[in-house]
Nanobody
């Protein structure tokens, strides 16, 4: 399974960040697979944002659920993250990842740097 993030590297404050993860070598509808967005701000630990399940169910970290939305395009085997009202605090490397069942992520994208700045 391979994952590849894509999206803008620079976003202005108060705007909406949209990232897409393209999956190959596996289907995002495979039973019991969960597709996550995770980020790592500079100098900080990894922070899980949320996931979309094989059935399309979503779940978010409580601190981000008002601003985050994860959706999917099963035709193109992609899933996306929208994060509204971004601030410089949202500057981070953003990763997409797969988990199988209840386990930790076992496949990761290479990550994409997103900087929030005017």
């Amino acid at each position: 399974v391979q994952l590849q993030e894509s999206g803008p590297g620079l976003v202005k404050p108060s705007h909406t960040l949209t990232l897409t993860c393209t999956v190959s070598g596996g289907s995002i509808t495979t039973d019991y697979d969960y597709w996550s967005w995770i980020r790592q701000p500079p100098g900080e630990e990894l922070e899980w944002i949320g996931y979309i399940s094989y059935s399309g169910r979503t779940f978010y970290m409580p601190s981000l659920e008002r601003r985050a939305s994860i959706s999917r395009d099963t035709t193109n085997n992609q899933f996306s993250l929208q994060l509204t009202s971004v601030t410089p605090i949202d500057t981070a490397v953003y990763y997409c990842a797969r988990s199988s069942g209840a386990g930790p992520p076992d496949y990761w994208g290479q990550g994409t740097q997103v900087t929030v700045s005017s």
